[in-house]
């Protein structure tokens, strides 16, 4: 311990600026955090003041009330989504189309089969059989893609053409 009060008496002056500079640096440092602290506080009351966007807490409230709003707004929205998938499935999606000429005594190919299906290959069947004197036009249902009735070799090619969408051969 006498050394130690040898060696700072030899050198108070050195000792001395040694502390003033430490009590400066820690100034230093104690007045940017009070700075940074004042800006905090200044944001922190801004944020909640009761100005034109209202405190904190009407935001908050706000807010809670905006997501229950989106929230019944997406139920609605999914709703109204399987009505019109729904809708889509059992309209017309699948269309084939065949036209031939089933007499020799007619030119071009007048008669036609059209298959109407929607997405389950549910729908109809169409021909139209056209001869010199008359025209006649039969329907059969399809379920499945297929038919209870008898079908020509024209009306199951169009309802290939509808299912594969492909065109006829």
């Not at 889509?88 to 000429?101: K, M, P, Y």
């Amino acid at each position: 311990m006498p050394d130690l009060d040898r060696f700072l008496s030899d050198n108070l002056a050195l000792a001395f600026g040694v502390l003033a500079a430490l009590v400066l640096v820690l100034l230093l440092f104690v007045l940017v955090q009070g700075m940074r602290l004042g800006r905090a506080v200044r944001r922190y009351r801004d944020l909640v003041r009761d100005g034109e966007g209202g405190s904190l807490h009407d935001r908050l409230v706000g807010s809670a009330e905006q997501a229950v709003h989106a929230s019944e707004r997406m139920k609605q929205i999914e709703a109204l989504h399987a009505t019109i998938e729904d809708r889509t499935r059992r309209s017309l999606q699948h269309i084939g189309l065949v036209r031939f000429n089933p007499f020799d005594d007619t030119g071009s190919d007048q008669s036609f089969a059209i298959a109407l299906l929607d997405d389950g290959r549910d729908g109809i069947v169409i021909s139209s059989l056209h001869g010199r004197a008359n025209t006649r036009v039969f329907a059969k249902p399809v379920t499945d893609g297929s038919s209870a009735h008898n079908l020509s070799e024209e009306e199951t090619q169009a309802i290939r053409v509808a299912v594969e969408g492909t065109r006829p051969a």
